[in-house]
T-cell receptor, first 113, second 114 residues
Framework: GENVEQHPSTLSVQEGDSAVIKCTYS??????FPWYKQELGKGPQLIID?????GEKKDQRIAVTLNKTAKHFSLHITETQPEDSAVYFC????????????FGEGTQLTVNP | EPEVTQTPSHQVTQMGQEVILRCVPI?????FYWYRQILGQKVEFLVS????????KSEIFDDQFSVERPDGSNFTLKIRSTKLEDSAMYFC????????????FGAGTRLSVL
C-alpha cells in the first residue's frame, strides 16, 4: 500500500521567512497530492493540491511542487505570518483502492513574530 | 460555504459502551469517509462509503465498527463496545467524486473512553 513520509516533524521560522515541508510517497500510480492545515482543535482544512499532470501550482503565498520521477512533493510557504502556525499534513491516495488518503506524519510549523 | 458538520464535539463514554458519532456531509457529495487521529499522531483512514455501501475499510475498522447512512443527510459511525484505545479524534469527510477529488473534513468528535 501507499507509504507517505513527511519531513521535518517540527519547523520554526521567523515571521517573513519561507517554510518548506517535504513528502515522499511510494505508490507510483498516485496522481493527486493534497496538503492540509490543521489548527489546534480543528479538522484538517485543504490549503492546496496538485495533480500529476503539472509540476507546480501556486496560490498566493503557498505553492506545491511535484517530482513524479523522484516521487516527492513539497509545500512552500513564503512571507510566513504568525497565523500560518499550525500542523501541516501531506497526503496521497492509494490508487489501487480508490479514494482512501494516506497521510504523512505532520509538520508542526511555528512562525515566531 | 458548505461544510461537513459533526456532532457531538466531545463524547465521553465508559469502556464497553456503544457510541454513535454523527456527521452531516456536504449536501451534493456522494462519497463519505471516516478517519481517526490519536492524540499527537497522524490522521488514519477508517472507512469509505459510496452508494449505500462500504467501498473500502482499513485494518483498524474491525467488527466493532459499523457505518450507516440512515437518511438522506446523516452519516454515522458506531463503535459497539468501546475500548480505551478507541480514544481519539474522529473526523468525517466527504467528496463529490472518489479518487483524486478533494475531501472536505469536519471539525471532528473527540471520543474519550474511560
Amino acid at each position: 500500500g501507499e507509504n507517505v513520509e513527511q519531513h521535518p516533524s517540527t519547523l520554526s521560522v521567523q515571521e517573513g521567512d519561507s517554510a518548506v515541508i517535504k513528502c515522499t510517497y511510494s505508490d507510483s500510480a498516485s496522481n493527486y497530492f493534497p496538503w492540509y492545515k490543521q489548527e489546534l482543535g480543528k479538522g484538517p482544512q485543504l490549503i492546496i493540491d496538485i495533480r500529476s499532470n503539472v509540476g507546480e501550482k501556486k496560490d498566493q503565498r503557498i505553492a506545491v511542487t511535484l517530482n513524479k520521477t523522484a516521487k516527492h512533493f513539497s509545500l512552500h510557504i513564503t512571507e510566513t505570518q504568525p497565523e500560518d502556525s499550525a500542523v501541516y499534513f501531506c497526503a496521497a491516495p492509494r490508487e489501487t483502492s480508490g479514494s482512501r488518503l494516506t497521510f504523512g506524519e505532520g509538520t508542526q510549523l511555528t512562525v515566531n513574530p | 460555504e458548505p461544510e461537513v458538520t459533526q456532532t457531538p464535539s466531545h463524547q465521553v463514554t465508559q469502556m464497553g459502551q456503544e457510541v454513535i458519532l454523527r456527521c452531516v456531509p456536504i449536501s451534493n457529495h456522494l462519497y463519505f469517509y471516516w478517519y481517526r487521529q490519536i492524540l499527537g499522531q497522524k490522521v488514519e483512514f477508517l472507512v469509505s462509503f459510496y452508494n449505500n455501501e462500504i467501498s473500502e475499510k482499513s485494518e483498524i475498522f474491525d467488527d466493532q465498527f459499523s457505518v450507516e447512512r440512515p437518511d438522506g443527510s446523516n452519516f454515522t459511525l458506531k463503535i459497539r463496545s468501546t475500548k480505551l484505545e478507541d480514544s481519539a479524534m474522529y473526523f468525517c469527510a466527504s467528496s463529490t467524486q472518489g479518487a483524486g477529488n478533494i475531501q472536505y473534513f469536519g471539525a471532528g468528535t473527540r471520543l474519550s473512553v474511560l
